[in-house]
């Protein structure tokens, strides 16, 4: 038992300095994904714009050509009205002629507004061009940064990390999980070795016959005050991370 105690108290020193590492990190990683999940949207704006402004360039010269070959339709009208035989055939000639023309109003409202929706996406386009620019400079700043700590610390935390998967072999599920709640709802300490006869968790005094018990390593206690897991002085001083 002595020994699953000594693991569960090694494991909470390891599990504190990799906090601390984790600390020095701050929020760089957060940051780090959220730029580069701005940078994505900000290309696939990039890319919507630059779709729509060729689809808009294909339509409107599609519109252009249909226009001029109704202005060519119009002109052949006007050619065969001077050879028509009788007033009904120059009728409907002339009915042809103001189809023609309506279609080519509304060809050229149609143009126009393609123009405008070129010059507005342009416009766009070229303000998320200017925000991915300084995305991807700020990106690589705090990558930089990121990069740094990691060089510094990196090595430490895996040797941790290593070190911590072998404490976890000594440590019954159980007891684990139990320290995983405690870690989580005590600020990421579960264990609390007792020192000048107080619980070094809450600072609670423990009451001298449960010292003498405590002492014994030969079960789990947990503070009464803070519900950590409390074990003996000799633990923590025998315990070597
Ligand atoms: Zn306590």
Same mark, same amino acid.
């Given at each position: ?13 390891? /599990?504190?300095?990799?906090? %601390? !590492?984790? &600390?020095? *990190?701050?929020? #760089?990683? =957060?940051?780090?994904? @959220? ?97 991915? /620019?300084?995305?991807?400079? %700020? !990106?690589? &700043?705090? *990558?930089?940064? #990121?990069? =740094?700590?990691?060089? @510094? ?89």
């Amino acid at each position: 038992m002595k020994h699953k105690l000594q693991s569960l108290y090694l494991l909470q020193l390891l /599990d504190t300095e990799l906090d %601390e !590492l984790r &600390e020095l *990190r701050g929020d #760089l990683p =957060e940051a780090v994904n @959220s730029m580069e999940e701005r940078l994505r949207f900000v290309e696939q704006r990039i890319e919507e714009c630059d779709t729509a402004l060729k689809k808009g360039a294909v339509d409107r010269s599609t519109k252009e050509k249909e226009s001029l070959e109704l202005i060519a339709k119009i002109e052949k009208y006007r050619a065969q009205q001077l050879e028509v035989h009788n007033n009904k055939e120059y009728d409907a000639l002339t009915r042809e002629m103001e189809v023609a023309e309506n279609t080519i109003a509304t060809f050229e409202a149609e143009i126009e507004a393609y123009a405008e929706q070129s010059t507005q996406l342009k416009d766009s386009k070229v303000q998320f061009e200017k925000d991915r /620019d300084e995305l991807i400079k %700020e !990106l690589e &700043e705090k *990558r930089e940064e #990121l990069r =740094e700590i990691l060089a @510094s610390t990196g090595q430490e935390e895996s040797d941790l990390a290593v070190r911590r998967e072998g404490a976890l072999k000594e440590i019954d599920e159980d007891y684990f999980q139990m320290y995983t709640r405690i870690r989580g709802a005590k600020n990421g300490k579960a264990v609390a070795p007792i020192r000048r006869g107080s619980c070094s968790g809450c600072y609670n005094i423990v009451p001298p016959q449960r010292i003498l018990e405590i002492k014994k390593n030969d079960r789990l206690f947990i503070c009464e005050h803070c519900g950590r897991i409390l074990v003996s002085e000799e633990i923590a001083l025998e315990t070597k991370r």
